[in-house]
């Protein structure tokens, strides 16, 4: 069984392959700030959950080498909510240190919105969501010095929330309550139950040696 990944995320895509998983990579070029202004006002979970379906529809109908889609489509997106306010990618170093600055020694909760649909035989078919949210504590004792050096990485300007968990961010969270798979931006288990759904088992997707 095939499985095709509308995103080019590498934590997504490494998270997989450890799952003995090898996907087939869609972009999906969804404008992700367009889509979400146009749907109004939104909880975290509905707009990381739009924001998937978007993402895998987008990729309905396409052809991989000439040859038709023939599995299941799987969109994704995550969010990270501090204080009831939802905040995605930072892009900008100073909008990123300022939100290091804010959640430093509290916590929050991770949104993943998964949206799998069967396109098996190369026409979509139905399709199915859900969200998985975990929470998140950041270490108390993070110093602006360390806050600082991991900006200047790169790393936590296009990760939700500005941090990551399979990466150089991993030192500075002190707790995860959930499943730490859904703060990498894809829950396998939740993925496994929405195959459940399609009465699809989980080892038909291994792939990998």
Do not use: C
Request: glycine share 12%.
């Amino acid at each position: 069984m095939r499985l095709y990944l509308a995103s080019t995320s590498p934590a997504r895509l490494a998270t997989l392959r450890a799952a003995g998983i090898e996907p087939v990579l869609l972009a999906s070029n969804v404008d992700e700030e367009a889509a979400v202004a146009a749907a109004g006002e939104l909880t975290g979970p509905e707009m990381v959950l739009l924001l998937a379906r978007l993402k895998a529809e987008a990729v309905v109908g396409r052809t991989v080498g000439g040859e038709p889609i023939d599995g299941f489509i799987l969109g994704g997106d995550s969010a990270f909510e501090l204080d009831g306010e939802i905040y995605g990618k930072p892009h900008l170093p100073e909008v990123a240190r300022q939100r290091w600055l804010d959640q430093r020694g509290r916590e929050g909760t991770l949104h993943s919105g998964h949206w799998l649909i069967d396109h098996r035989g190369g026409v979509a078919a139905e399709s199915s969501g859900e969200v998985s949210s975990t929470t998140v504590r950041f270490a108390e004792n993070i110093s602006d010095d360390e806050i600082d050096a991991y900006i200047a990485t790169g790393e936590p300007l296009e990760v939700a929330g500005a941090f990551t968990i399979d990466s150089l961010g991993a030192a500075f969270i002190s707790e995860v309550r959930g499943d730490p798979h859904a703060v990498v931006g894809l829950s396998l288990a939740q993925l496994r139950q929405l195959l459940v759904g399609f009465d699809v088992s989980w080892p038909s997707l291994w792939n990998r040696v």
